[in-house]
């Protein structure tokens, strides 16, 4: 697993990597990884099932979103983020979000506020893509320079690094 290239890794080599406290930093890296978080459809369909007999019977009581794993109390699923730095995948970054935000909420990047004092007349541009690994099918995202993250919340924030020109 560690010799080959992680576009050749599967979903299961993803999983396997240890996971980040909430609040440590790794550092700055080059790309990450999106894992989707699995969801057992059994639960699901109980947790429609008893959604539904809830409005019926109302001695039968609503059903948590939470009953379900792998999903957000916002109904949508859960993402779990691994870093590669020089092409090596070499940890997971959160678990809980459902949401990522590019360059950070609002997209004004790290620390905006205490650069900036409000909300800032331009940003420097930066260029973001997305691909698809060929053997496990997850995305990978990656800037035209380093990139960094915030705490894993519920919202997942990625930040790209400032340029040398900076």
């Known amino acids: 697993m560690k010799n080959k ?7 299961k080599e993803f999983e396997s990597l240890p996971s980040r406290a ?11 990884i999106i894992l989707p978080s699995k969801v057992n459809l059994i ?17 039968i009581a609503e059903p948590n979103i939470y009953d379900i794993n792998g999903l957000h109390d916002s109904g949508f699923r859960l993402m779990n983020f691994v ?16 949401v990522i ?9 790290e620390n905006w506020v205490q650069k900036y004092g409000s909300v800032p007349n331009l940003i420097e541009p930066i260029s973001w893509s997305i691909d698809c690994l060929p053997k496990s099918g997850l995305l990978r995202i990656f800037a035209d320079r380093k990139i960094t993250v ?9 930040f790209s690094k400032p340029s040398k020109t900076d």
């Not at 909430?22 to 990450?32: A, I, K, T």
């Open 5 to 11: 290239s992680f576009n050749q890794w599967t979903v």
């Open 22 to 32: 909430w609040n440590n930093d790794v550092g700055e890296f080059d790309s990450l």
């Open 43 to 59: 639960s699901v369909y109980i947790y429609w099932i008893r959604k539904y007999l809830s409005k019926i019977f109302k001695w």
């Open 83 to 98: 870093a590669v730095l020089k092409d090596k995948p070499f940890i997971k970054l959160s678990g809980c979000s459902d």
């Open 101 to 109: 935000h590019i360059n950070g909420i609002g997209g004004l990047g």
């Open 150 to 158: 915030g705490d894993a919340l519920s919202s997942f924030e990625v």
